[in-house]
């Protein structure tokens, strides 16, 4: 599973008939963009669990279904910041 942060919609209209009416979103995978199936009904700035591989698939409705990467999941709280370490002080610095 992953965590990532839902930044827009991606609209296609021109698509194989097994995508359905599913919506689609751009997520960021840390530095990284991906596209994700959305199963839940998330908006842009919502962080969110998604899922890959057959897993995916089966979340998005069918083993058949031809999706790599499926939200399934929007987090209620999440600070991205919680648990890093602080950044050291300047040397010098009372």
């Keep these: ?19 359905e009416h599913k919506h689609l979103q751009v997520v960021l995978d840390g530095s990284s963009q991906k596209v994700a199936v959305d199963a839940v009904g ?15 698939r089966e979340a998005a409705g069918s083993k058949s279904y031809p999706s790599d990467l499926t939200i399934v999941g929007i987090i209620d709280h999440w600070d991205p910041e919680a648990g890093k370490p602080n950044p050291p002080s300047p040397a010098g610095a009372a």
């Excluded at 842009?44 to 890959?52: A, E, H, S």
């Design 1 to 19: 599973m992953l965590i990532c942060r839902v930044l827009k919609p991606l609209v296609s209209t021109n698509r194989i008939p097994e995508f």
């Design 42 to 56: 998330c908006i842009p700035g919502d962080w969110v669990i998604c899922v890959g591989s057959s897993a995916a």
